[in-house]
């Protein structure tokens, strides 16, 4: 169990058990090992001196209330991880037992990632969701992880990504990082109870056989990741594109909802009431939380349509934008879509509609890298040499596949608004001629452009 919170008090003999277990585990395994003088400096036994007695309680009168930490236990914790890693390679296997037999009694109670107690009433859960797929984490995000990392202590961190789709060399990089930081580290593929579950393999298992459109098909498992991912945990989840320059505040989640409140300053509310450039790089929510599970629905139901697309000219496409604005649309909108029609159904109360939405820059500030951009860049020279009605025909398919999804969504979750893909592209050009042709393309305009209208 993961506790973000601890609320002692003298009554709660859960609380008094579970740290009394924790600290007998510790003290076996320190007997086990015979390993009592290897980590204190001044050759007092590691644990047998810990006694959960050790922990006070404020009393109901006192200002702390009946929350406190045990800073002792806490740093103690911390200097068996770093002199853990220190050591690491010099163990033998012996000592390898020993620190897995640790980190088991962590995961026991998750003890190092307690914090101190909130007012709010739906506080954010204390656990950082990143994903990566495809290859190991470049070094600039690991930077950015560790940023958090150091004025984020409190919380738990986990990347995300697939054992499959990378090379042992890439998984060795993966998990040395998180083992020297203490990270977690998980494979989607062993979450096979997560909703979308068979979605997300699919993207992930075309990252081998569409080599060409392998960034693309990351990004949508990772689209599709991020909501059921928060669905069956809970927690934050942010771009790896995403730096941390101070502690978070606390962050209360009235609705268990929180996302990016516009991007790149644009409106939360355009003037028909719906809402309209949200960002995907910041999202709060509690576990099971209606809003992503509505969104989870959507993506099903999207993909549906995806599946049944019989005129497969645009998925054939030589043109990357295409792909890059399919991707926008099949599981870069589901949260968006989701609120619109919650919205059209009054069934977000208007006095709290403001409390969805929060603008992180001051502390997490997200330089919008669109690293999956670059892979779509590497193609463009195969956009020269395409007649004007192969790029008509792949056009023509494209919006025929968008304006199904948008029919078949606002069938099951009607917001009362369709949009018009055809003028959308034709604002933004990108299909013309003259800009096809150029070698120059930039599909991060194209980026900003679609999602400010999409």
């Not at 709010?120 to 940023?147: C, T």
């Not at 494979?187 to 979605?199: A, S, T």
């Not at 790089?281 to 697309?309: C, G, K, M, W």
Request: hydrophobic share 35%; net charge negative.
């Amino acid at each position: 169990m993961i506790l973000t919170k601890l609320q002692f008090i003298k009554s709660n003999e859960i609380i008094i058990n579970a740290l009394n277990n924790f600290l007998r585990k510790l003290i076996e395994i320190e007997q086990k090992y015979e390993i009592d003088n290897r980590l204190s400096s001044n050759s007092a036994p590691l644990f047998s001196s810990l006694q959960y007695e050790s922990i006070e309680f404020a009393s109901d009168e006192e200002e702390e209330g009946s929350y406190i930490y045990n800073d002792y236990l806490y740093g103690m914790i911390l200097t068996i991880q770093e002199e853990k890693n220190k050591i690491e390679d010099e163990t033998n296997g012996q000592e390898s037992l020993f620190w897995t037999e640790i980190k088991d009694a962590l995961l026991l109670l998750d003890i190092i990632f307690w914090q101190k107690p909130s007012d709010l009433e739906n506080p954010i859960i204390s656990v950082l969701h990143r994903i990566w797929f495809g290859s190991s984490l470049p070094e600039n995000y690991q930077e950015f992880v560790l940023n958090f990392k150091k004025h984020n202590p409190h919380f738990k961190i986990i990347l995300w990504t697939d054992f499959d789709t990378i090379t042992s060399e890439e998984y060795g990089n993966f998990r040395a990082f998180c083992n020297k930081h203490n990270i977690t580290l998980e494979n989607i593929r062993e979450h096979k109870n997560i909703c979308n579950y068979d979605l997300i393999i699919e993207e992930l298992d075309a990252v081998k056989s569409d080599p060409k459109n392998f960034r693309v098909h990351c990004v949508r498992a990772s689209d599709l990741s991020r909501v059921a991912i928060l669905i069956d945990q809970g927690g934050l989840y942010t771009d790896t594109d995403t730096d941390t320059y101070a502690t978070l505040p606390e962050i209360d989640l009235p609705l268990g909802f929180l996302i990016t409140k516009a991007s790149r300053g644009k409106p939360v509310l355009n003037k028909r009431l719906n809402f309209a450039a949200i960002g995907y790089d910041f999202i709060a929510a509690l576990p099971q939380n209606n809003i992503l599970i509505l969104a989870a629905e959507i993506s099903r139901l999207d993909y549906t349509v995806y599946h049944e697309n019989k005129d497969t000219r645009w998925q054939m496409s030589k043109q990357p934008h295409i792909h890059l604005a399919s991707t926008i649309r099949l599981t870069g909108s589901s949260i968006f879509c989701a609120l619109n029609y919650l919205l059209a159904n009054n069934q977000l109360p208007e006095d709290k509609i403001d409390s969805l939405f929060y603008s992180p820059e001051t502390y997490m500030p997200s330089y919008y890298h669109k690293s999956w951009l670059s892979h779509l860049d590497k193609h463009v020279d195969e956009i020269i040499g395409l007649t004007e009605e192969q790029r008509a025909e792949e056009q023509q398919s494209l919006e025929n596949f968008l304006m199904e999804i948008d029919e078949v969504r606002e069938k099951a979750f009607p917001t009362r608004v369709i949009k018009s893909n055809s003028s959308n592209l034709e604002k933004i050009g990108f299909f013309s001629s003259e800009v096809s042709q150029q070698k120059g393309l930039n599909f991060s305009a194209i980026y900003d452009a679609l999602t400010s209208r999409f």
